[in-house]
Nanobody, 123 residues
């Protein structure tokens, strides 16, 4: 497991952009698949985007395809999500997660979680 800490959330308006960052502890970061999840009030946590250990492969939820981009910097133990054209429906707590697998597509494969950062998009 690793320790994760997100930053970069805030209050923005519809159409704005925001970039979230997630810092990870430990020397195994570059071997681990990473992901961003989000949880809106009263709703289940959902997978937003994943990235493989070397950053070669990515995947996105249909709701964010073409608007969000996940990336990572293994030299700095950081993973990012760039969010463009934000909509009120994107309002949620965004959580960073880490998997012992090189690339994971299921929530159950993630064993380390950050505390989350709030993103609020006003209309």
């Amino acid at each position: 497991q690793v320790q994760l800490a997100e930053s970069g959330g805030g209050l923005v308006q519809t159409g704005d952009s925001l970039r979230l960052s997630c810092g990870a502890s430990g020397r195994t970061f570059s071997n681990r698949g990473m992901a961003w999840f989000r949880q809106a009030p009263g709703k289940d946590r959902v997978l937003v985007a994943t990235i493989s250990a070397r950053g070669i492969s990515t995947s996105y939820a249909d709701s964010v395809k073409g608007r969000f981009t996940i990336s990572r910097d293994n030299a700095k133990n950081l993973v990012y999500i760039q969010m463009n054209s934000l909509e009120p429906e994107d309002t949620a707590v965004y959580l960073c997660a880490s998997s012992a697998l090189a690339w994971a597509q299921r929530e159950g494969h993630y064993d380390s979680w950050g505390q989350g950062t709030q993103v609020t998009v006003s209309s």
